[in-house]
Structure formats: structure tokens, C-alpha cells
């Protein structure tokens, strides 16, 4: 059945806003100087804040660009794509939103110009602007103050209550020419929804040269005084800056921006995100907002408890010393954005179990054999980088560039027993891998890689070859179905569900074809989908952990909540996956629920019973339990030789 969630929205972008009536509150986030200085995380902060509050919050993202949405992007112009449960191909600033606020957003949380204008364009097709001239005032800006409207209600909880207010981050930086339509439809919104209801915040940068360690006020100055140009007023402005800004330089900038100086807020540069939240209350933030927007906030003695909880998890952040190191081999390296979920995921799960991640990142060309004698530094370093890792993660990706690189770093954790988890592309590279070297399939390939393979191991599903490129993958939240191989690890860590719920985005899969002979070799598919036909999970018994799944589940990830492969990964790194499900297992067996609405909860096998143990008990465990750095580095001669072998392999 439906949810309630996914029927609203699955709404007509074009539905009459007259029958909400209910006063909305909106907080437009805008950004000057530069882009990139931590509008997303300061809005998700905003939203925490409220949400601590008792204000059931939803946020929405504005990206001018023409896209219709980040599905096409390369990887090195905006980073990672997000996916959502709808499917939706969205800026990585709704993962921080839905990470922050747990909560489960739709694609039409994400506003792109390609939308708008795609929206308008048809309108005006059918004739719905009866023959007058569509021009940008008042058409384009008219339809995005609708869109805002009508998703501002949308409920994003998983109940029925509409949301008390909206966070509105616009992309880009005041000035740019591609976010001119969207200030003007602010400057209109303002008067549309009343000034009571509105509120602006600036996040502009306030840089400090070296030189002089003076924080130079003037480009927020010169970005204020654009965005009053355009017709928006800033309620409080936000300096971002490596350190705390001076009272002096509060001064100036609310002089310039015609404000209270208690209404100019410092956010310095954090050791997590998890601390901005914390930095922002501290500065009596919702007092402010409470008087602004005439919020009227119930439950005021709830802030306490935010402080604590939000406290907690940040100084357990910062307090970590032993570590866990995890290489992650890819395609996009050179850009750490490129893996955001991927890299939170880790975290989330690290601090779970109490131990500072050190993720190494290595660019899967590096280790491919050609590069020994062209780049012989690169290789080499990339190889001891993957020999002194405790676990191994291979991510997804598009393109034959550097799969050699990734099925190499299958065949090292597989035959070194280092604990390994696949994803999407990684967990394909590891059936090549798999088959080339254990079934002898010696020309294994993926006809992604070479259309002409005469072992397609990995085939492009027939249902998606439309011949268009943006929207045609497999996506968005979808059923796997655990096997009855009731001693899989990955399913106990699941809590011992038949099935879960997970997002997907791919274009390719496992053979059906091949599995039988895979699964000879002692290459076991765990979970499938509906049909039984599509792999989705596969595991290998005789390896401390060796998982692939075809699905996204760093998407599913939340700070208290981790991801159960990401979780597997980094428990069997730090020698504790066999004891935490021995210790966990009856215990969730009775516990668990198959309920899809619940599935936040079902799906994700949280490290609860570690986080509720004593830190001196939980120090002790994994202190026994853990392998440390130097014994990884002292193994790198033994663990070359194995990597000379098999390369000769």
C-alpha cells in the first residue's frame, strides 16, 4: 500500500495553492562572496534547531542551474548525486537536510531553473496563459513562489502534519545572473506571504589574511549591499569565517546591514558539522527568530535536551583517538564531494562503534598495472595506501576508466581476507573479479565495459535502454528480499528482516544467467528483488566480510542511526562483527518489525547497545578487540609481496 507521504507527493506541480491557509513560515537562506562556504549545513543546523523546538520543519533547495536535475552531472562539477525514496536525482545538500532533520524528501524538495522553466513552457503549450506574452515577471516568478508554496505543506515526517516552516536555500552566491528570476520571486513572496511570516538570512565570508589576522569586513559589506539593491532586506546575517569574528567587526557589519548586532552571528570553522548546531544556539539564535517570525515555540524547556543530545555527539566526535582506516577505491577521488554520503556513512558507523575513522582514498587508475612503469609513484603509493587499510570499500561509478583499478582491490581484499563491501559498481567489479579468477572465466567483463564481452557477467537491464541518459536508471527506494540463508551475516545485521527497503541507481546487474555457476563457486546471493531474478546482495562465506550490494545504502545513513553494511564493514575491521551479532542476534529477532512505514527504523541496525554502553567498558572492548595502525604498517612488507604476486597473477 501507498504511504500518505508518497501519495502527497506525487502531486500535479501545477495544483492550486489556494486551499493552504495556514500561515507558513519562511526562512530564505541566501549566500554572498563565495559559494561553497556552508549554506547547507548552516540551514540543516536552522532546521535542528527548530525541530528541538517542537517546529515540524521542511526544507527545499534551489539550484539555477538549467538542468532539469543533477542526474546528468559529472561527478567533479557538483559531486555526489543524492538519491531520494521517489527516485528523485537531487543536490547533495538534501542528504545533509534528510541526515540532519531525519526526515524523507521528494525531487520536488530540489528547485532547479530547468524545472521552472520546464513547467512554464508546457503551460504555455496548452494555452494556459491565454494567449498573453510569457515573459519572466510575472510567469517564471509567479511559478516559483507556487512550487515553494505547495511544497512547503507537503509532509515530511512520515506523518500527516504539515510542516511550521520552510528552510529555503538558493544555490550560488547574490549576483549570480542564473538566480535572478528566484531573488525577484522572493522579493514578491515576501509580500505575498506577509513580512511576519518571512525571514532572510545572509551567510556571507568573512576572510582573515594571513598577513594581517584581521577579518576584512568588506565583502560582506559590498554582498549586503547587492542583495538590498535587489530588493531583499537581510533580517541576520551570517559571517563565515576560519575564526571567531571580532565584537568590532559585528559592529561594522550591522551598521552596514541596518541591524541589531546581536542579529550578526559568527559561525567559525568547526572540527564536525555536528558542532554547528551547538555554536548556533549558543548565540540565542531562537529567541531571535521566535520574535522575527512570531513563532510563538512550545516546549521552550526541549532546548536543553537538544543541547545535551547534540553535545553528546559532537564531543564523541571530537574525544575519539583510536582509529579505524578504511580505504576507499574510486573513480572520482580528486573530489572528496564526489563521495559525501559514502564518507558520512563511514562515520556515522565509526562513531557508533566508538573509533575515529582515517579514510584513505585511493583513484582506482593508480593501481592498475600499466601505471608500475608510467607512474611509478602513484602506483605505489596507491598500493600501500590498500595494504595498511583494515577494510576496503569500492563505491559507485559510470565508465570503464579504472574498473581494472577497482577489480584489483576486489581480488586483494578477497584473497587477504580484509574485510570488503561493494557498492553498486563495486559490488559488479567484485562479481568480475570473482569470476575471472575463482569460476575461471578468464575474459569475465561487464558489457558496460566492453559491449562485445563473450562472458557478459554484467548486463545494462533491457527495461532501461530508452536512449535518453538523465532519468532512465533504476531509481529510488525499492524491496530486496533476503534469501532463506538465515546464517548471512548482512542479514543479521539487518535485524534478521526478510526484507528491507534501500534506494537504488544503476543501469546495469548481475547476469541471471551466470548466477547458478557464481553460486558454485561459493559466491552467494543473499537478497533479490520481487522477482527473484535481480541480484541485490551478494556474500561470501569463508571472508571475515565480503558484501556487495547493488543498492545505494549510504543514502538510508543517519548520525545515530548507520547504515547496516557500513556498520558490518567497520565492526569486522575492528575485529567485533562476530561477537556484536552473536551478542545482538536474539535479541533482534524478537525486536524487529517488516513494517515499510517504519523503515528508518527497520532497515538500519543501529550500534545502540554499543553507544548505551559505559565509555570505560566500551574503551576496553574495542582497545582488545581493535587492529591498531602500526600493526597494519609493520605487516606492509608481507602484505607488498602479496600485492607483487598478485599483480603477476
Request: a neutral charge; aromatic letters at 8%.
Amino acid at each position: 500500500m501507498m504511504s500518505n507521504y508518497l501519495k502527497h507527493n506525487i502531486l500535479d506541480a501545477e495544483e492550486d495553492t489556494s486551499k493552504f491557509v495556514a500561515a507558513m513560515k519562511y526562512v530564505l537562506v541566501t549566500g554572498g562572496v563565495i559559494s561553497g562556504i556552508g549554506k547547507g549545513v548552516i540551514s540543516s543546523s536552522l532546521g535542528t534547531l527548530f525541530k528541538s523546538h517542537g517546529l515540524k520543519v521542511t526544507p527545499i533547495k534551489i539550484d539555477p542551474y538549467i538542468n532539469i536535475d543533477a542526474g546528468t552531472f559529472s561527478p567533479y562539477e557538483h559531486g555526489e548525486v543524492y538519491v531520494l525514496n521517489d527516485g528523485g536525482e537531487v543536490d547533495l545538500d538534501l542528504g545533509n537536510y534528510e541526515r540532519f532533520l531525519d526526515v524523507t524528501l521528494a525531487k520536488d524538495n530540489n528547485i532547479t531553473t530547468g524545472k521552472i522553466y520546464s513547467q512554464v513552457i508546457k503551460r504555455e503549450r496548452k494555452g494556459d496563459y491565454l494567449g498573453k506574452t510569457v515573459q519572466v515577471v510575472p510567469h517564471i516568478t509567479n511559478a516559483i513562489q507556487d512550487w515553494v508554496e505547495r511544497v512547503a505543506h507537503i509532509p515530511v515526517d512520515g506523518t500527516n502534519d504539515k510542516p511550521d516552516i520552510c528552510i529555503i536555500e538558493l544555490g550560488g552566491t547574490i549576483g549570480d545572473i542564473e538566480g535572478m528570476a528566484f531573488i525577484e520571486a522572493f522579493r514578491q513572496l515576501e509580500f505575498r506571504v506577509k513580512r511576519e511570516n518571512f525571514c532572510n538570512v545572509h551567510v556571507s565570508l568573512v576572510p582573515a589574511p594571513k598577513t594581517t589576522g584581521e577579518h576584512k569586513t568588506k565583502p560582506t559589506q559590498k554582498s549586503l549591499h547587492e542583495l538590498r539593491g535587489l530588493g531583499l532586506v537581510p533580517d541576520m546575517v551570517f559571517c563565515r569565517s576560519s575564526t571567531g569574528i571580532s565584537q568590532a567587526s559585528r559592529n561594522k557589519i550591522a551598521m552596514f546591514a541596518n541591524l541589531e548586532e546581536e542579529k550578526v552571528i559568527s559561525v567559525k570553522d568547526c572540527s564536525s558539522i555536528y558542532s554547528v548546531p551547538i555554536l548556533l544556539e549558543e548565540q540565542n539564535l531562537i529567541p531571535l527568530f521566535n520574535e522575527r517570525l512570531q513563532l510563538k515555540l512550545p516546549n521552550p524547556s526541549k532546548r536543553m535536551l537538544f543541547k545535551s543530545k547534540w553535545r553528546d555527539l559532537a564531543l564523541r566526535f571530537d574525544r575519539l583517538r583510536e582509529e579505524v582506516n578504511i580505504c576507499l577505491v574510486g573513480k572520482y577521488t580528486s573530489l572528496e564531494d564526489a563521495y559525501t554520503s559514502v564518507s558520512k556513512s563511514l562515520r556515522h558507523a565509526a562513531l557508533g562503534c566508538r573509533y575515529k575513522l582515517n579514510l584513505q582514498y585511493v583513484e582506482s587508475d593508480d593501481l592498475e598495472e600499466e601505471n608500475r612503469i608510467e607512474k611509478p609513484v602513484k602506483y605505489y603509493e596507491a598500493w600501500r595506501r590498500l595494504c595498511s587499510a583494515q577494510g576496503v570499500i569500492v563505491p559507485g561509478g559510470f565508465g570503464c576508466r579504472g574498473t581494472e583499478g577497482m577489480i584489483l582491490a576486489c581480488n586483494w581484499a578477497r584473497k587477504q581476507k580484509i574485510p570488503f563491501l561493494g557498492v553498486c559498481l563495486g559490488m559488479q567489479c567484485a562479481v568480475i573479479e570473482y569470476a575471472r579468477n575463482v569460476v575461471g572465466w578468464k575474459d569475465a567483463q561487464s558489457t558496460e565495459f566492453q559491449q562485445d564481452t563473450t562472458t557478459p557477467v554484467v548486463i545494462e537491464m533491457p527495461e532501461h535502454h530508452t536512449g535518453e541518459m538523465g532519468g532512465t536508471m533504476r531509481l529510488g527506494l525499492r524491496k530486496t528480499i533476503f534469501n532463506s540463508a538465515k546464517d548471512s551475516v548482512i542479514y543479521k545485521l539487518y535485524g534478521s528482516n526478510n526484507y528491507v527497503y534501500e534506494r537504488h541507481r544503476h543501469r546495469y546487474e548481475v547476469n541471471p544467467e551466470k548466477i547458478d555457476d557464481l553460486t558454485k563457486a561459493g559466491m552467494f546471493f543473499v537478497g533479490k528483488d520481487e522477482t527473484g531474478m535481480r541480484m541485490e546482495i551478494l556474500e561470501l562465506k569463508d571472508h571475515p566480510f565480503y558484501v556487495g550490494v547493488q543498492y545505494h545504502p549510504e543514502y538510508l545513513s543517519r548520525p545515530l542511526k548507520p547504515s547496516p553494511p557500513y556498520l558490518g564493514l567497520i565492526l569486522a575491521s575492528v575485529n567485533m562483527l562476530e561477537k556484536y551479532i552473536n551478542r545482538d542476534y536474539e535479541e533482534l529477532t524478537n525486536s524487529r518489525t517488516q513494517t515499510p512505514t517504519s523503515m528508518t527504523d527497520d532497515m538500519t541496525l543501529t550500534a545502540q547497545s554499543i553507544i548505551a554502553k559505559p565509555d570505560a567498558a566500551v574503551h576496553s572492548t574495542l582497545k582488545r578487540s581493535a587492529h591498531s595502525v602500526s600493526s597494519s604498517e609493520t605487516s606492509f612488507v608481507e602484505k607488498k609481496r602479496a600485492v607483487e604476486a598478485t599483480v603477476q597473477q
